[in-house]
């Protein structure tokens, strides 16, 4: 079999295992190049090569610099947008403040910093705003090469490939307009999105908490009527588990007994009534000492993904106990400590004393709210963090100093005045990123050596070849933006751009315009609240529907590819 057919299976096995959600997006993609070394596909000192990357490398350290960016009060006063104004001028103010400061610093520190000011206003529903703060931090990337990861991977493919790197200002153009035209539509469409402050059922907020019937309960020998269990106000008694059988729907008169266990659904306010009842020992409620709970929403690349409470040793590993679980809209059965925890579920905690400070919080959990994370700053070293970083971008924009460079002595001065500290870059050192990336530019680099890239981009150029060289641009677009929507934005990006280079060089044609093709493409994550993390983040926070991100996604996504496709040929002639 010839290369090119077996680098075919194992890049459509990639897909569809990314599609599936089989294993994280680093494993998979470390898997495929693994193989392909296996094969004797590509040498060990090639597939190496594509880890020392220079932009690669300009990625990790952004992404370390961040850590003290984190903790300034830039992020902080960014909340003070969320005030008692018309729901459109909130909009507006938080929409602008948040693609801005995205187009610079990481897009999901963010928004993890405004989902508990958001949702604590009194003014707006949380519903109301907080899709529309992740779209704002998504659209605020497209204004710099730095304002996303995605942008800084595409370039690493263009340096690969010998091409002039992109500028750090080159599409910001095309992401004014973008970011102007698209927080726009966001507050003309502001009342599309439901108020769902009154609308708290069961179907609502339906999170799975579990108690266990003590033996010397007063609830022993009464019926469930009589115990009134379902009579809980935005709490329902939904199962029964008793000697391994499950009862669903629970009968009003089935009479309680010693060691069964109950399961309710319902809002996380209601957790406090499972208090009025002697004798019922719910989950968590041995590390319960009245202190407040804590929300926390699973990451992507969390180790948790994929195993059970029970199978995690969750209580050990974390210093607290989880008291309820909620996977969006869709009720959860079983016992809590089986359950298969996914990517978004939403833990509520009971934290212990090592619970705030422990370094896996920061990979895997995606947002957690009721903990301030990281301490703050003195207004002294917190002006020094910010300066410094606007001091090395201005070097690297001025041709002072090139950004790599620059972020380096940035990052040395962070640990010299205690900004950071060494343990804390490795705890943030972005592992699975540079996996990802490093592995897809070695099968990049096959997909062009073997001819694959070229006979994908002649099997699109079969669709669009009649529309000409605009029709390829167009299909490679759509390619990619279907890519994100369908696995994630860095991965669409890196499997994308070897057939868009490969159409370009087919018409002979300006690269460019086809780079950022894929650029736009694989920041266009409106439609899914899978393809990008923040979407994932505000996904539960605002108790949303995928109809929701639909209603509001979908005019966003049209609007924000008619920019593109109108703006990006005509600042970048083929």
């Known amino acids: 079999m010839s290369e090119l057919w077996l680098l075919g299976i194992i890049l459509s096995g990639l897909i569809c295992g990314l599609i599936a959600g089989v294993a994280t997006p680093a494993a998979l993609f470390a898997g495929a190049s693994l193989l392909t070394y296996l094969l004797g596909m590509q040498g060990l000192e090639a597939a190496l090569a594509s880890f020392t990357n220079a932009s690669l490398v300009t990625l990790v350290l952004l ?7 984190e903790k300034t009060s830039l992020l902080g006063k960014l909340s003070q947008v969320i005030g008692n104004g018309s729901l459109t001028l909130t909009m507006a103010k938080l929409g602008f403040s948040t693609a801005l400061l995205s187009s610079f610093t990481n897009n999901t520190a963010v928004v993890a910093s405004l989902i508990g000011v958001v949702r604590r206003n009194q003014s707006h529903a949380p519903a109301k705003l907080l899709l529309p703060l992740s779209y704002a931090a998504i659209l605020g990337g497209t204004l710099t090469l730095i304002g996303t990861s995605t942008n800084l991977i595409v370039n690493s493919f263009v340096e690969n490939a010998g091409l002039e790197p992109l500028g750090f200002f080159e599409f910001t153009a095309v992401g004014v307009v973008i970011v102007v035209s698209g927080i726009a539509l966001l507050v003309l469409l502001a009342n599309v999105l439901p108020d769902r402050r009154e ?4 179907e609502s907020l339906p999170y799975l908490l579990e108690a266990h019937v003590a033996a010397n309960s007063a609830l022993v020998g009464r019926s469930v009527q009589d115990n009134r269990l379902r009579a809980l106000k ?12 499950r009862i669903c729907p629970v009968p009003p008169q089935l009479v309680l007994q010693a060691g069964d266990m109950l399961r309710f659904s319902g809002a996380v306010e209601s957790v406090e009534l499972l208090h009025q009842f002697e004798g019922l020992d719910w989950f968590g409620k041995q590390q319960a000492r009245g202190q407040n709970l804590v929300e926390a929403v699973l990451a992507p690349s969390s180790m948790l993904v994929g195993t059970s409470l029970k ?9 607290a106990a989880v008291m309820a679980i909620r996977r969006g809209h869709q009720p959860l059965k079983g016992g809590l400590g089986d359950i298969v925890l996914q990517a978004g579920d939403v833990l509520l905690l009971t934290p212990g004393d090592g619970f705030a400070a422990n370094p896996r919080l920061v990979t895997d959990f995606a947002a957690v709210s009721g903990l301030d994370l990281n301490v703050r700053l003195d207004s002294r070293r917190g002006l ?8 090395t971008i201005a070097a690297s924009l001025t041709g002072l100093l090139p950004l ?3 972020l380096v002595l940035l990052l040395l001065s962070y640990l010299a005045i205690g900004a950071v500290t060494l343990a804390e870059l490795k705890r943030r050192f972005p592992l699975e990123l540079v996996v990802v990336v490093g592995s897809a530019l070695s099968l990049a680099n096959l997909m062009l050596n073997t001819g694959l890239a070229t006979n994908l981009a002649d099997t699109l150029l079969g669709v669009f070849d009649v529309y000409g060289v605009m029709g390829a641009f167009v299909g490679v677009y759509f390619l990619t933006l279907l890519l994100t929507e369908l696995i994630t934005n860095n991965a669409a990006a890196a499997l994308a751009f070897p057939v868009a280079y490969a159409v370009a060089l087919h018409y002979g044609v300006d690269t460019r315009p086809f780079i950022l093709a894929v650029i736009f493409g694989a920041s266009a994550s409106f439609i899914s609240p899978y393809g990008y993390q923040t979407n994932l983040m505000v996904y539960n926070a605002g108790n949303y529907q995928f109809s929701d991100f639909m209603r509001l996604g979908l005019p966003l996504s049209l609007l924000y590819s008619a920019v593109v496709l109108f703006l990006v040929p005509i600042l970048f002639p083929f």
């Open 63 to 69: 992404v370390l610099a961040t850590t003290a960016l």
């Open 199 to 202: 609308d708290q059922g069961e």
């Open 234 to 245: 935005k709490l329902y008694l939904v199962e029964l588990e008793r000697s391994g059988i």
């Open 311 to 319: 199978a995690s040793r969750f209580r050990e590993q974390f210093d």
């Open 384 to 391: 020094w963090v910010l300066s410094g970083f606007a001091l």
């Open 404 to 406: 790599t460079k620059g």
